[in-house]
């Protein structure tokens, strides 16, 4: 979608004007994962318009393959405006929440449906990620996840990020039904508990048994992963925030990247934790992410020196040790 942010703070009602920008929680990671260095394929649809022409030419600036994204010349390319505060996780919102507004009812991307996504696309690489979101924006979306999902000798490996969204009024059991579907599952404490009722990450992993991973999110207290027989608990580090939105799909992005690299499942948290470090300290939902060198010495920090860490704007341009 095109991400409209106020030039100023305060409620909508009150902002005049509006700075443009890219956002969705797909394209967030694949930019993200490609700017860390990795191969990415976008798969979406966007509209023959001027939206979608600049959407395209963002998302293939970052190095994302765009080519698996076609035109809808029926149908808009998806808008929405929101305000930089952290997203809630029930419809009441509250203090310090992000306004945010859709429109996308009726877009190219709630287009989407099972025959309008190619196998040798979805499956081209070693991980297919997919969101919740996508299952909420129509009928057709929420088939094509099911498809996607479903357990079929040859697919890569499914990643799936809950991202609830109170205001899609996404369906609580069809979300962990999904999660159920995929190899690894990332989801927030809150969200778990606000979907499901669950309490804590031990919880929902007994509640997401199927899944080889679950990476259950637990804010500025850190991350817990459960996987091959390990649960593996790792603080995040201290982080100055400039603006919360996109810290979810970074983290996400890290761990990801992570996995694609083979390193232990201590040091992808880790890497999970610096990506939405480098998007907590930026104003947009996207962040220049530290170099590989970088990010690899700060995520080598023996404990003590992990747990002194502080992260502000601009860190991800600094050496460790400079």
Same mark, same amino acid.
């Given at each position: 979608m095109?991400?409209?942010?106020?030039d100023r703070?305060?409620?909508?009602?009150?902002?005049?004007?509006?700075?443009?920008?890219?956002?969705?929680?797909e394209?967030?990671?694949?930019?993200?994962?490609?700017?860390?260095?990795?191969?990415?394929?976008?798969?979406?649809?966007?509209?023959?318009?001027?939206?979608?022409?600049?959407?395209?030419?963002?998302?293939?600036a970052?190095?994302?393959?765009?080519?698996?994204?076609?035109?809808?010349p029926?149908?808009?390319?998806?808008?929405?405006?929101?305000?930089?505060?952290?997203?809630?996780?029930?419809?009441?919102?509250?203090?310090?929440h992000?306004?945010?507004?859709?429109?996308?009812?009726g877009?190219?991307?709630?287009?989407?449906?099972?025959?309008?996504?190619?196998r040798?696309?979805?499956?081209?690489?070693r991980?297919?990620?997919?969101?919740?979101i996508?299952?909420?924006?129509?009928?057709?979306?929420?088939?094509?996840l099911?498809?996607?999902?479903?357990r079929?000798?040859?697919?890569?490996?499914?990643?799936?990020?809950?991202?609830?969204?109170?205001?899609?009024?996404?369906?609580?059991?069809?979300?962990?039904?999904?999660?159920?579907?995929?190899?690894?599952?990332?989801?927030?404490?809150?969200?778990?508990?606000?979907?499901?009722?669950?309490?804590g990450?031990?919880?929902? /992993?007994? =509640?997401? #048994?199927? *899944? @080889?991973?679950? %990476? &259950?999110?637990?804010?500025a207290? !850190?991350?817990?992963?459960?996987? +091959?027989g390990? /649960?593996? =608990?790792? #603080?995040a *580090? @201290?982080?100055? %925030? &400039?603006?919360?939105?996109?810290a !979810?799909?970074?983290?996400?992005? +890290?761990?990801?990247?992570? =996995?694609?690299?083979?390193?232990p499942?201590a040091?992808?948290?880790?890497?999970?934790?610096?990506?939405?470090a480098?998007?907590?300290t930026?104003p947009?939902?996207?962040?220049?992410?530290?170099?590989?060198a970088?990010?690899?010495?700060?995520a080598?920090?023996?404990?003590?020196?992990?747990g002194?860490?502080?992260?502000?704007?601009?860190w991800?341009?600094?050496?460790?040790?400079?």
């Amino acid at each position: 979608m095109i991400a409209f942010v106020p030039d100023r703070p305060g409620a909508l009602a009150g902002v005049g004007g509006f700075r443009r920008g890219i956002g969705g929680a797909e394209s967030n990671v694949a930019c993200t994962l490609a700017r860390a260095g990795h191969r990415v394929r976008w798969i979406s649809r966007v509209g023959a318009d001027g939206f979608g022409d600049h959407l395209l030419a963002e998302i293939a600036a970052s190095g994302v393959d765009v080519s698996a994204v076609p035109r809808d010349p029926h149908r808009p390319t998806g808008v929405y405006f929101r305000t930089a505060g952290e997203r809630a996780t029930t419809l009441a919102g509250g203090p310090g929440h992000a306004e945010v507004v859709y429109y996308r009812a009726g877009s190219a991307a709630s287009a989407l449906a099972p025959g309008l996504v190619r196998r040798r696309d979805a499956w081209s690489g070693r991980i297919l990620h997919l969101t919740g979101i996508t299952s909420a924006l129509s009928a057709t979306c929420l088939a094509l996840l099911h498809r996607l999902t479903d357990r079929q000798a040859g697919r890569p490996l499914v990643s799936f990020d809950v991202n609830h969204r109170p205001a899609l009024r996404q369906d609580p059991e069809a979300l962990l039904g999904l999660a159920r579907g995929c190899d690894l599952v990332f989801v927030g404490e809150d969200e778990a508990a606000a979907l499901w009722g669950l309490a804590g990450p031990d919880a929902v /992993r007994a =509640a997401l #048994p199927e *899944p @080889a991973a679950v %990476v &259950v999110k637990q804010g500025a207290a !850190g991350a817990t992963v459960f996987g +091959g027989g390990e /649960r593996v =608990a790792v #603080p995040a *580090p @201290a982080v100055e %925030v &400039v603006a919360h939105v996109g810290a !979810g799909d970074a983290f996400a992005a +890290g761990y990801l990247s992570a =996995a694609l690299r083979g390193l232990p499942l201590a040091l992808r948290l880790r890497h999970g934790h610096l990506l939405a470090a480098a998007a907590l300290t930026v104003p947009g939902d996207l962040a220049v992410p530290p170099s590989r060198a970088h990010a690899d010495a700060l995520a080598a920090l023996d404990d003590a020196a992990w747990g002194k860490l502080r992260l502000s704007a601009g860190w991800t341009r600094e050496e460790v040790g400079a």
